[in-house]
């Protein structure tokens, strides 16, 4: 069975809540039993962190245990090279994703530091980016 970790990163615990017309209204967790029961054959990890070293200790470790990472690292997208460094340090396959289409808004969200570390990059297509980013993972592993 292959394993596959999701990491979002900060203000993602508000999804749902957090601006709703960019976001969405759903909740990653309700959105997460969904990705599992379309994947039944997939053992499909997630953490959440709003701290930039929490998350590139997941990605030390599920970089070496698993067979690939969705990530969606919120805003440190735009800015951390420590992030960058982390997802080049791993084996395993990183595919940013983003919710929203990061190039319809601020020129600031027009850059990212992490996505030359990356397989690819989704963005755009609400929750679904990260069933895409699942997809790529799967796609490119076959
Ligand atoms: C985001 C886009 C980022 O620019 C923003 O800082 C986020 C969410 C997205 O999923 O659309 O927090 O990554």
Redesign the pocket.
């Known amino acids: 069975m292959k394993t596959i970790q999701i990491i979002n ?4 615990n508000l999804l749902g809540r957090r601006e709703p017309d960019i ?1 969405g209204t759903q909740g990653f967790e309700s959105y997460l039993e969904q990705l599992r029961l379309r994947y039944p054959d997939l053992q499909l990890r997630f953490m959440q962190s709003n701290h930039e070293g929490d998350l590139i200790d997941c990605i030390h470790e599920a970089g070496y245990a698993c067979d690939g990472i969705v990530l ?4 440190y ?2 800015t951390s090279v420590a992030l960058l460094d982390a997802i080049k340090a791993v084996p395993a396959p990183v595919v940013e ?4 289409n ?1 190039h319809q ?1 601020e020129d600031f ?1 027009h850059h990212s530091m992490i996505s030359a570390g990356c397989l690819g990059v989704i ?1 755009g297509f609400g929750l679904d980016s990260y069933r895409l980013g699942i997809e790529a993972i799967i796609k490119h592993q076959a």
């Open positions: 990163g900060p203000n993602l976001y969606n690292a919120g805003a997208t735009h994703v983003h919710i929203s990061v808004r969200r963005c």
